[in-house]
Each structure stands twice: as structure tokens, then as C-alpha cells.
């Protein structure tokens, strides 16, 4: 793995992203949009900043999800198989990405987070009305819970909103509820990818531990005052920090360059 420099002034730059990922990955989702490019745009090598990313994320879903447990707004009960099942997936995914080429994730990162910006920019709000189920308990345990794992242990960012829109979309779960329960699937994928990243060795761990560190700080924020600040606006401020920092990434890659010809 290539060596990242890794100074004081970018310990602290990365230790206040983590703080705001793991707010705003709290209230709206979304914080590996912001985590993942300043990752990248540290020097990081993409896989390695896919790793570095779980270890720092694990620690925000982590404490999220204590909160939501201690707070009984997730009943253990009602997530523990939940939780197992999106775990597998996330093993298989991260085991998958391991065999994608380093500079093809040059390509493949920034793209993918393009997309998923794009879907937080223009997804519709979800409302607060309960609605009719749409598939099976059974098809939603066996179908959308590896589903979403496989993505979050191949890639990741976004992985909770896309829990939190399954649950209220295909299962009628009201928005509090999904994204209270969201935060445990989404520690257990994001503990599955990290099990395997640290068996391969892709992970910077001065860079992650300051950021789990930041992480905390901003998932114990978040949980403190969840649906208090109107996430419409959270999820716009994850869409500008996430294009701004791809700008940053493609003009240091230099792919601006291509049009000075013409």
C-alpha cells in the first residue's frame, strides 16, 4: 500500500469532516459522501480510503446505534436478524471489491459518488404517513437486506438513507422508525466490510483513528437532536460538500486538462 503523508494540518481537516459525517450520517444519511472524497483527496489510494472509511464510519454507526438502543427507539429483538443478514452481504461485497484494480477505482469512486449526490440532490422527500406494505417480511429479509449490504461492503456511501427509504417505502415503516433502525443495519455492514479490510491491510490507521474519533463526536451530536433540524436542508449540505470536494478530486487528477485544447 502506498505511504499517505500524513501531517498535523491534515489530521485536523479530516478530524472536522468526521465530525460533520458523522452528523449529518445521523439526521440524513449521507456521510460517507463527504468522508470518502476527503479520503481520496488526501493521498489515500482508493482502496485503502474505502477501508480507512469503514474503520471511521464503524465508530459513528457504532455509537448511533447505542443511542438508539439505549433510547428504545430500536428494540434488539426486532433488528438482530435483520442485522445478521445485511452483515453477510457486506462480506461478500467487500470481498468482491478486493479484486477491482486500484485504477479502475480511480474512476469507478468518484462516478459512483456522482451518482448517489445526485440521487440525494433530486430523491423526493419521504413522507412521515405510514403506507402499505409492498413485499414480504421474508422478501425484504432475504432480498433487500443482502442487497443493500453487498452495496455498502462494495462501496458504501448512502447505504443508511437507502435503508431508511426500504423500510418506509417497501415495508410501511413510518420515518422515524426506519431511520432509527437504519442506523443498526448500517453499523453491521459497515462492521462486516471493516472485519475484512483489516484482514487485507487497506486501512491508514492514523488517518481513521483520529476520524473515529470525530466520528463519535458527531454521531453523539446527531442522535441528540435527530429530526430536530429539518433534513431537507442537511441533505442539500451533504450534496454541495460532496460535488465540491469531486471538483477538487478531478482538478487534481487532471482531468480539467483535456480542455485547454480546445
Request: with cysteine.
Amino acid at each position: 500500500m502506498e505511504i499517505v503523508q500524513v501531517t498535523t494540518e491534515l489530521l485536523l481537516i479530516l478530524f472536522a469532516v468526521a465530525i460533520l459525517a458523522g452528523l449529518l450520517d445521523t439526521l440524513a444519511g449521507g456521510g460517507g459522501l463527504i468522508a470518502l472524497p476527503a479520503l481520496i483527496l488526501s493521498g489515500v489510494p482508493p482502496l485503502a480510503a474505502l477501508g480507512t472509511n469503514k474503520l471511521q464510519g464503524s465508530m459513528g454507526t457504532a455509537t448511533a446505534t447505542y443511542m438508539m438502543l439505549k433510547n428504545k427507539r430500536v428494540k434488539w429483538h426486532n433488528v438482530k436478524k435483520l442485522m445478521l443478514i445485511a452483515f453477510i452481504g457486506a462480506l461478500v461485497g467487500t470481498v468482491a471489491v478486493q479484486f477491482i484494480n486500484q485504477k479502475i477505482l480511480n474512476y469507478v469512486i468518484p462516478a459512483a459518488i456522482s451518482f448517489i449526490g445526485l440521487y440525494f440532490l433530486f430523491s423526493p422527500t419521504v413522507s412521515e404517513k405510514k403506507i402499505e406494505a409492498k413485499i414480504s417480511e421474508r422478501h425484504y429479509q432475504n432480498l433487500v437486506m443482502p442487497s443493500i449490504g453487498f452495496y455498502d461492503g462494495f462501496f458504501g456511501p448512502g447505504t443508511g438513507s437507502f435503508f431508511s427509504l426500504a423500510g418506509v417505502s417497501l415495508r410501511g415503516h413510518n420515518i422515524v422508525s426506519a431511520t432509527a433502525t437504519a442506523k443498526t443495519l448500517n453499523f453491521s455492514t459497515n462492521l462486516a466490510s471493516l472485519i475484512i479490510f483489516l484482514i487485507a491491510g487497506k486501512i491508514v490507521w492514523v488517518i481513521g483513528l483520529v476520524m473515529m474519533l470525530g466520528q463519535i463526536i458527531g454521531a453523539w451530536l446527531g442522535s441528540h437532536c435527530l429530526f430536530s433540524i429539518n433534513p431537507k436542508y442537511l441533505r442539500l449540505l451533504v450534496v454541495v460538500m460532496c460535488f465540491g470536494m469531486l471538483l477538487k478530486y478531478s482538478h487534481s487528477m487532471g482531468w480539467f486538462n483535456i480542455f485547454n485544447g480546445i
